[in-house]
């Protein structure tokens, strides 16, 4: 199993920006304050101000809040929720990324092993970002009383020094083809780069 990494163990010189297509919110997690007010506005912008819709805001806030108290909880470094991959086409997905060391077993073996290790099953990637493995699987998941599908991705690459391992979960509850999925993320994970300080999301809104 990797463990888990705080963001200052890993340091501020390998932060990495990546490529967002369509329209994406990214959500701060550095403090409570950011966060809320991150939410706050999201949800005035989809949902709007109408007072027949007060019980959707609040349903849709106490989500949201959820959501990023666990990527919280995980050490995330990023909490991004995708809106549309079009104008006028939404698209749910949320990724969240959080930094992991390498487990003790990886050690002699080359990158791809240690990877492979990782995921047993999973697909090793030749990225222009690096090696990396990747993950993805039909599912279902709960949010509310029913049921719905939901395709889970889930990737493992280097930070430019080896050191450390930079994991990134993806959710798209949507009825639609796994593999179209799985190319649109490794799209997402190829344009991954490395720089120092703040992280930045390309084609953010």
Not at 71 to 97: M, Y
Not at 152 to 171: I, M, N, Q, R
């Amino acid at each position: 199993m990797t463990g888990l990494l705080d963001e200052a163990a890993v340091g501020p010189a390998v932060r990495p920006t990546m490529v967002f297509p369509g329209t994406w919110a990214n959500i701060p997690l550095d403090s409570e304050a950011q966060t809320e007010q991150a939410i706050t506005a999201l949800i005035k912008r989809q949902v709007g101000r109408d007072d027949r819709l007060a019980r959707l805001r609040r349903d849709a806030k106490d989500r949201l809040r959820g959501l990023a108290a666990d990527a919280k909880a995980a050490n995330a470094i990023q909490l991004a929720l995708s809106l549309e991959i079009l104008p006028g086409l939404p698209f749910p997905a949320s990724l969240v990324s959080d930094y992991r060391d390498w487990p003790e077993a990886a050690e002699g073996l080359t990158v791809a092993e240690r990877l492979g290790s990782l995921l047993p099953g999973g697909e090793l990637l030749e990225l222009q970002s690096g090696v990396a493995i990747r993950t993805f699987r039909a599912t279902t998941m709960q949010p509310g009383a029913e049921e719905i599908p939901d395709i889970k991705l889930e990737y493992f690459l280097c930070v430019p020094s080896g050191e450390f391992l930079l994991h990134v979960v993806a959710d798209v509850p949507v009825l639609i083809d796994p593999e179209l999925v799985a190319m649109l993320f490794d799209a997402m994970i190829d344009s991954v780069r490395w720089s120092p300080g703040e992280a930045s999301a390309k084609g953010e809104q």
